[in-house]
């Protein structure tokens, strides 16, 4: 089967066209360069609440504004209230954002409870005014990221998709389940197949698309353009790109094995301990070297020790022993 190798619109080409999903609390800016450095066609930024960024809630501006100017990055947001909305798309650009990505799938009672997230597919009409606000408050690019639809008697992902279309969305990231699947049961990908036939715009896969069979199928099921990768990539920054050789013709990555894991994970950790300081750094941390470690088949003990290890240098010690596993295999 021939893919789709390049998605272009406006002065953007996202090729390959596979894609780090947004994982709030993980896929922050040492992750989403470790990935783009195996090779993506694009990375998403975490979530970024649009009121609390523009009245500059400690953490959140930050958050946002790095790596906002980075290539191949979208920053997402996520509100609901237009005003709020278009003030932060406006911000975002002023910053050097080249696409901005509307989050509407986000189950999170936190989020849906302020009816924003995926609670906005039971509002398509509110919704179309929130991405009205932002296609016309900005110049770059807008996307948006949703769900299939609320629930099972509410499937109406497609219907929004022609809407937002027609509102001047340019690309939109559908993930096989409903809201009220959270991550429950499998994303189904052929259904995705309904929102691609409704709309003109590139349509991207989301949900349970671990590596390039689970990509191959899911561009087969819903015919989607592209794909989008989230907890697969975890521990695994280079699995789009595998994704990306196997599909699209572009160069192998290089698993890192050996001293070059060892130096890729001790890279990523001191990144994160600058990116966010050494506590918050420390903390963050722990997620990342757990999947790093599931993945190596560390023993655990061991593992144990150094997720609740305190000094910095003592993991940094640790890692060799810790990846010993993975390196032998
Ligand atoms: C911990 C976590 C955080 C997430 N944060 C966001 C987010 O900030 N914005 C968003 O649109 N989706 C978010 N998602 C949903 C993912 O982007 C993605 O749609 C979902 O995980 C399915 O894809 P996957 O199976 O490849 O992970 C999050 C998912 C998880 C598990």
Redesign the pocket.
């Known amino acids: 089967m021939a893919y789709c190798s390049s998605i272009t619109f406006d002065d953007l080409a996202l090729q390959p066209p596979v894609a780090l ?6 896929t922050d800016l040492p992750f989403r360069q470790l990935v783009a450095s195996f090779g993506a066609g694009w990375v998403v930024s ?2 970024v609440a649009s009121q609390e960024m523009v009245q500059a809630k400690p953490g959140v501006r930050e958050r946002a504004e790095l790596g906002f100017d980075q290539q191949g990055t979208a920053v ?1 947001i996520a509100g609901r209230e237009a005003h709020w909305m278009a003030e932060a798309a406006r911000m975002i650009e002023a910053n050097g954002a080249v696409m901005i990505d509307i ?1 509407m ?2 189950p999170a009672k936190k989020v849906t409870n302020g009816y924003s997230g995926s609670a906005l597919l039971r509002d398509p009409d509110h919704a179309l005014r929130l991405i009205e606000a932002v296609v016309n408050a900005v110049k770059v690019p807008v996307t948006l ?1 949703t769900r299939l639809g609320w629930d099972h008697d509410c499937l109406n992902a497609a219907d929004v998709a022609r809407r937002a279309q027609d509102a001047g969305i340019r690309l939109v990231t559908i ?1 096989g389940r409903t809201r009220c699947q959270f ?1 429950k049961g499998s ?1 189904d990908w052929a259904a995705i197949r309904e929102i691609k036939d409704a709309v003109n715009i590139p349509v991207i896969a ?4 671990t590596g390039p069979q689970a990509a191959r199928e899911a561009l087969a099921l819903s015919g989607a353009d592209g794909v ?5 990539a975890q521990g695994r920054p280079w699995v789009l790109a595998q994704v990306a050789a196997a599909l699209h013709g572009a160069k192998s990555p290089v698993v890192p094995q050996g001293a070059a894991l060892i130096d890729m994970v001790a890279g990523h950790y001191t990144a994160m301990l600058s990116f966010y300081g050494s506590d918050m750094g420390r903390r963050v941390a722990r997620k990342h070297l757990g999947w790093y470690m599931d993945d190596a088949g560390t023993p655990a003990s061991l593992r144990k020790a150094i997720l609740t290890e305190a000094d910095p240098d003592a993991v940094l010690r640790d890692l060799p022993d810790a990846l010993a596993m993975r390196v032998a295999a």
Request: proline share 4%.
């Open positions: 999903a947004p994982l709030a609390g993980i975490e979530m997402q989050n799938g986000c990221k993930h991550y994303a989301n949900g349970d698309i989008m990768i989230g907890r697969g």
